[in-house]
């Protein structure tokens, strides 16, 4: 039988206009199942902390389960390769981190490429690291710190979580821009780094607040600055370190992710409701508690600053020569 055109036409607009309404019944069912969440760190520390208390309030106002489900290694390469391999349906996210943006220099061969091949759902938050120094260190702000480090060439050590990790980058990036040169002692984990400054074995360190706060507030770590573009509500009185290099900024960033080709309609659902969880007040207290700050924002948005920071974060790799370990 020949059809018409006309009723070619109409065939093809109901066809549409079916897809449509299928598509918008799907994110208005979703999700039906548990999610899992992933993350690319063991349990415990500033991420896994975030990405429960996310989920958390995920499971509450969707209704279903959103499962963190740890898988650490290679700098969270394995955790972000297995989201990129699964079914682009909604039921496996990505918690992304600032090594998203960082692991894309730094390894040379990476099986996906970040930016292509998982898609932006929403960010979450900033939080900033901070300058640490052993108190024996005579420097008490930022420029007598530089003088000292100038005066003093390659007897100063600063101690990082690894190669590469963004304290590493974030000491280089003030390297670079400082004109200064410090000894770096790479170490597995943000947690030995600390025991050794405090020990007197590494003189400075640049580390999240969370780690850091208990032994700021004992007097065993000086605070120099804060890395963020903002001074923190955890440390208001430690200035940026942008008012002593205007244009540094280094923090760590989160936000959640998917595998390209999840349905923009599931995509903008999380998104709304994301958005909706970091700006009730308690969320964002209990992030202000640890340094965090709430960064609202569409997809669109997100993928700008991931763009952005992978971009940065390239330049001091490459000026640097940072290696993996």
């Known amino acids: ?43 415990g520390g500033a991420v896994d902390i975030l990405a429960r208390l996310i989920g958390q309030q995920l499971s509450e106002r969707l209704g279903q389960s959103f499962v963190i489900e740890n898988r650490p290694g290679a700098g969270t390469n394995i955790g972000t390769e297995f ?7 909604g039921y496996t996210l990505l918690l992304v981190a600032a090594p998203n943006a ?8 990476l099986s996906f490429n970040f930016i292509r091949d998982i898609a932006p759902v929403a960010s979450i938050s ?14 008490k702000t930022v420029p007598e710190l530089i003088a000292y480090l100038k005066a003093n060439p390659g007897k100063v050590s600063m101690a990082s979580g690894g190669n590469g990790t963004t304290p590493h980058v974030a000491g280089e990036l003030f390297k670079i821009m400082a004109g200064i040169n ?33 032994h700021i507030t004992a007097g065993k770590l000086r605070p120099l600055a804060v890395t963020g573009a903002m001074r923190s509500a955890a440390l208001m009185d430690v200035p940026t370190m942008g008012e002593y290099l205007p244009g540094y ?21 999380l998104n709304k409701e994301i958005n909706v969880a970091i700006a009730d007040p308690k969320i964002k207290a209990q992030l202000a508690d640890v340094g965090s700050t709430v960064i609202p924002g569409s997809p669109a948005e997100f993928g700008q600053l991931i763009a952005e920071e992978t971009e940065k974060w390239a330049k001091v790799i490459r000026t ?6």
């Open 126 to 139: 900033r939080l900033p690291l901070v300058m640490l120094v052993n108190p024996s260190l005579p420097a």
């Open 83 to 89: 989201v990129v391999r699964a079914p682009a349906d």
């Open 249 to 269: 900024e280094a923090s760590s960033f989160f936000g959640v992710g998917a595998p390209k080709n999840t349905p923009p309609e599931i995509v903008v659902k």
């Open 1 to 43: 039988m020949k059809l018409s055109r006309r009723a070619v036409v109409g065939l093809a607009g109901g066809a549409a206009a079916l897809a449509t309404a299928s598509s918008t019944a799907r994110a208005q069912a979703y999700p039906t199942r548990s999610v899992r969440l992933v993350v690319g760190v063991a349990a």
């Open 182 to 214: 410090m000894v770096h002692v790479p170490y597995r984990g943000v947690g030995p780094a600390i025991a050794d400054l405090l020990a007197g074995q590494v003189q400075v360190l640049f580390a999240g607040t969370l780690e850091s706060l208990e």
């Open 102 to 109: 960082i692991n894309a220099t730094l390894y040379d061969k």
């Open 320 to 325: 640097a020569n940072i290696k993996v370990e």
